[in-house]
Structures are given as structure tokens and as C-alpha cells.
């Protein structure tokens, strides 16, 4: 472990620096879905801890609003100059159109205005993915603030007919700043996957390349998202589990030195199993938010940052792990920087 850290502390880390997130306002209970859909808050809270989620109402307002939103939070937090930012990484599902990246204009908006930004599509992965790819523009040694956004609008492509899926999702945004350390603290591991089988068991069917949008397309529903529940569940379970294993197993850590488990909210019971099978059985250590927002795909991981910000100390040991559409899934092992308080 000694040596390790001093290996780390030879050359730059990416170290996770400061955070922000936004919610919207409203909020749309299970009492209130009972009102839409066959089903019941008894059913919601059991099979997946969710009591209610945060909804962006405003049809005007897209993904982008709720990312500025979040940047400008952790701005404020830090007294950041956003012309000292150098790149912004926006992880989405629902960016606010095909084409232009919702990160260039984030950037703009947020008077980032030296950066270049870009958006990272790895479904509920994106933020696992960004976190990942930016830490690599801040080891070159060539780049000093990194943004990783995770932001969602997933109620945009939610039917909410369909008592199997809009029960789950949520909106939301939540933001990290990467900057270089020296003192071996920071992202130390990752292990990333992808398996293109998911892409049947998760998606959106129509309105890319693959079915491109047609009255038809629009009349079954195909914009709206879809997920084999049972066969993903299973599919998450052991994909975490193992990414988190690998993880554990190449850093030589023990169970023991992980102070906390920040997994993807996409399911109370999901996120249960696979701490069960990694072997973190301290409820206090695995850090649960999903029965406030629901899961918002991209925005998860970082809106548990900013909810417990609080609670980490310098050098504690955080394992992140998602797992998303396509299949994309992975885990993070990372040493925590600072002392919020
Ligand atoms: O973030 C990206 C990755 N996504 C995930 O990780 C999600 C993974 N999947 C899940 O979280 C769960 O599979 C769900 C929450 C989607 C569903 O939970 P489940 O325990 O797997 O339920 P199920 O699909 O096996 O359905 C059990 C029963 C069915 O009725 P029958 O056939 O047993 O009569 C469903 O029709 O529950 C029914 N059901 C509901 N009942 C009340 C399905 N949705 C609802 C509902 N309310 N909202």
C-alpha cells in the first residue's frame, strides 16, 4: 500500500477538487404516479427505494439549463474563474439536440470561454466515463481544471404510460472540477467495460442513424425509452460487482480500506446486492440517494458527491461504479482530496 502511494505521488493525479448539482423543483411523488399509471408506492418503495423524483417541467428549459445550473453551483462553492477552465466534459443521454454538443454551448454559458468542451454518451456510465477521460487530459500535465457535468433530462423520453419505466427515472445535474495533484490522492484505478449485446435490452429505439424519425416511428412510441428490467438488473448486479472486484483486487486494497461505495442510483436493491457481492456490508459506508431523485442516468454519482460532500475527509478511499445502456459499466478507485468542512 506504502509503496503504492509513493508510486502515485512520483507523477500527476486527477483529483476530484470541488462539486455542484441542481435539482428541479418539482417534485413527482409515488403517490402522484399512482394517479398516472397501475401502480402503487408500496410496489416503487419496494422494488427499487424510490419515494419520489424531481421533474423539469418547463418544456422550454432542456438538459443544458440544469448543467449550467450545477456548474454555477460549484463555481460559486469554489471562487472559481470559469476563464481558468480548460475543458468541459458534459456526460448525457438527452443532450439538447443531435449534432451540436450540449457541452460547447454549457461552456459558453457558464463564461468558460477558454475552454473546448464536449459531450460524452455512455448512458448511465457517462459521468464513470467522463470522470476517466478528462483525468487523462489532467495527468498529461498539459491541462489545470478539468469540468465532468453529468446531466439529464430523462423525463424528456419518458412515456409515461409505461408504469415499467416512469417510475424510475428522474432529473437532475450534478458537476466535479478535476485538477492535478502531487500528493498521490485522486482517481488511482479505473476498470471500464462495454458490451454491445445491451443495446437491445436498453434504449431508444428510433430518432438516431439506426431509425431515423417517421410518423410511424412516432406513433408506437419509439422515442421514448425501453429496458428489459429483470434481464438488466442481473446484468448490473454482476457487472459492478466484477468491476469493483477487479478494482479492489489489482490496488491491493481489503474490503476494509474502502470508506465509501458510490454506485449508480438506478435501484435501491441493485446497488444492495452488489455491495452484498464486493463485500462492503456497512450500510453507513454505502451511500444511498436514489429515494430523492429516482435514477437520472448521468447525474447520479455526482449528485451523491454533492449530497455527501460533508461527510468525506482527505484520503479517504472512494469505489464509483455504473452501470448503463449499451452495456457501458466500470468502477473508479479514488482518493478523496479535500476536507469540505
Ligand atoms: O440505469 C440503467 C440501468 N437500469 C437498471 O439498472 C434497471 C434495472 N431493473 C430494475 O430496476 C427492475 O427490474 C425494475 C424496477 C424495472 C422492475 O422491478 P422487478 O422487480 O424486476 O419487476 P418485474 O419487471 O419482474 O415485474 C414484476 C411484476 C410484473 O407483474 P407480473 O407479471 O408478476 O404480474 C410487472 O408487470 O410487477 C409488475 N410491475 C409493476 N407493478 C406495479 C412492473 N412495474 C410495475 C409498477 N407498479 N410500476
Same mark, same amino acid.
Given at each position: 500500500?506504502?509503496?503504492?502511494?509513493?508510486?502515485?505521488? &512520483?507523477?500527476?493525479?486527477? +483529483?476530484?477538487?470541488?462539486?455542484?448539482?441542481?435539482?428541479? $423543483? &418539482?417534485?413527482?411523488? *409515488?403517490?402522484?404516479?399512482?394517479?398516472?399509471? $397501475?401502480?402503487?408506492?408500496?410496489?416503487i418503495?419496494?422494488r427499487?427505494?424510490i419515494?419520489?423524483?424531481?421533474?423539469?417541467?418547463?418544456?422550454?428549459?432542456?438538459?443544458?439549463f440544469? /448543467?449550467?445550473?450545477a456548474?454555477?453551483?460549484?463555481?460559486?462553492?469554489?471562487?472559481?474563474?470559469?476563464?481558468?477552465?480548460?475543458?468541459?466534459i458534459?456526460?448525457?443521454a438527452?443532450?439538447?439536440?443531435?449534432?451540436?454538443?450540449t457541452a460547447?454551448?454549457?461552456?459558453?454559458?457558464?463564461?468558460?470561454?477558454? #475552454?473546448?468542451?464536449?459531450?460524452?454518451?455512455?448512458?448511465?456510465?457517462?459521468?464513470?466515463?467522463?470522470?476517466?477521460?478528462?483525468?487523462?487530459f489532467?495527468?498529461?500535465?498539459?491541462?489545470?481544471?478539468?469540468?465532468?457535468?453529468?446531466a439529464?433530462?430523462m423525463?424528456s423520453?419518458?412515456?409515461?404510460?409505461?408504469?415499467?419505466?416512469?417510475?424510475?427515472?428522474?432529473?437532475?445535474?450534478? #458537476?466535479?472540477?478535476?485538477?492535478? &495533484?502531487?500528493?498521490?490522492l485522486?482517481?488511482?484505478?479505473?476498470?471500464?467495460?462495454?458490451?454491445?449485446?445491451?443495446?437491445?435490452?436498453? *434504449?431508444?429505439?428510433?430518432?438516431?442513424?439506426?431509425?431515423?424519425? @417517421?410518423?410511424?416511428?412516432?406513433?408506437? %412510441?419509439?422515442?421514448?425509452?425501453?429496458? $428489459?428490467? %429483470?434481464?438488466?438488473f442481473?446484468? /448490473?448486479?454482476?457487472?459492478?460487482?466484477?468491476?469493483c472486484?477487479?478494482?479492489?483486487?489489482?490496488?491491493?486494497?481489503?474490503?476494509?480500506?474502502?470508506d465509501?461505495?458510490?454506485?449508480?442510483? +438506478? *435501484?435501491?436493491r441493485?446497488?444492495? +446486492?452488489t455491495?452484498?457481492?464486493?463485500?462492503?456490508?456497512?450500510?453507513?459506508?454505502?451511500?444511498?440517494?436514489?429515494?430523492?431523485?429516482? &435514477? @437520472?442516468?448521468?447525474?447520479?454519482?455526482?449528485?451523491?458527491?454533492?449530497?455527501?460532500?460533508?461527510?468525506?475527509?482527505k484520503g479517504?478511499?472512494?469505489?464509483?461504479?455504473?452501470?448503463?445502456?449499451?452495456?457501458?459499466?466500470?468502477?473508479?478507485?479514488?482518493?478523496?482530496?479535500?476536507?469540505?468542512?
Amino acid at each position: 500500500m506504502l509503496f503504492a502511494q509513493q508510486t502515485y505521488m &512520483n507523477k500527476i493525479t486527477a +483529483a476530484i477538487t470541488g462539486v455542484g448539482s441542481y435539482v428541479p $423543483e &418539482n417534485i413527482l411523488s *409515488n403517490k402522484d404516479l399512482e394517479k398516472i399509471v $397501475e401502480t402503487s408506492d408500496e410496489w416503487i418503495v419496494s422494488r427499487t427505494g424510490i419515494k419520489e423524483r424531481r421533474i423539469l417541467k418547463d418544456i422550454d428549459k432542456p438538459t443544458s439549463f440544469m /448543467a449550467i445550473k450545477a456548474a454555477e453551483e460549484l463555481i460559486t462553492k469554489k471562487q472559481l474563474d470559469p476563464l481558468e477552465i480548460d475543458l468541459v466534459i458534459l456526460g448525457t443521454a438527452t443532450p439538447d439536440m443531435h449534432v451540436a454538443a450540449t457541452a460547447a454551448y454549457v461552456a459558453s454559458e457558464i463564461g468558460a470561454k477558454n #475552454a473546448f468542451g464536449y459531450d460524452l454518451a455512455a448512458a448511465c456510465s457517462s459521468f464513470l466515463y467522463g470522470m476517466a477521460t478528462g483525468a487523462k487530459f489532467i495527468e498529461s500535465g498539459k491541462y489545470k481544471k478539468v469540468l465532468i457535468i453529468g446531466a439529464d433530462k430523462m423525463s424528456s423520453i419518458i412515456d409515461y404510460q409505461d408504469r415499467t419505466t416512469c417510475i424510475i427515472f428522474g432529473d437532475g445535474a450534478g #458537476a466535479a472540477l478535476l485538477e492535478p &495533484n502531487h500528493e498521490g490522492l485522486g482517481l488511482l484505478d479505473e476498470y471500464l467495460r462495454s458490451d454491445g449485446v445491451g443495446r437491445d435490452l436498453l *434504449n431508444v429505439k428510433a430518432g438516431g442513424s439506426l431509425r431515423p424519425a @417517421t410518423d410511424s416511428t412516432l406513433a408506437s %412510441k419509439q422515442h421514448y425509452i425501453r429496458q $428489459e428490467g %429483470k434481464t438488466v438488473f442481473k446484468h /448490473a448486479v454482476s457487472s459492478m460487482a466484477n468491476a469493483c472486484e477487479q478494482v479492489i483486487k489489482r490496488n491491493n486494497l481489503e474490503k476494509q480500506d474502502i470508506d465509501w461505495l458510490i454506485a449508480h442510483q +438506478a *435501484n435501491k436493491r441493485i446497488i444492495d +446486492a452488489t455491495a452484498r457481492k464486493v463485500g462492503v456490508d456497512d450500510p453507513k459506508k454505502i451511500l444511498v440517494n436514489i429515494e430523492k431523485y429516482g &435514477n @437520472t442516468t448521468s447525474a447520479t454519482i455526482p449528485l451523491v458527491l454533492n449530497d455527501f460532500e460533508q461527510q468525506f475527509k482527505k484520503g479517504d478511499t472512494l469505489l464509483f461504479t455504473s452501470f448503463g445502456g449499451g452495456f457501458t459499466w466500470g468502477a473508479l478507485y479514488v482518493k478523496w482530496a479535500y476536507d469540505a468542512s
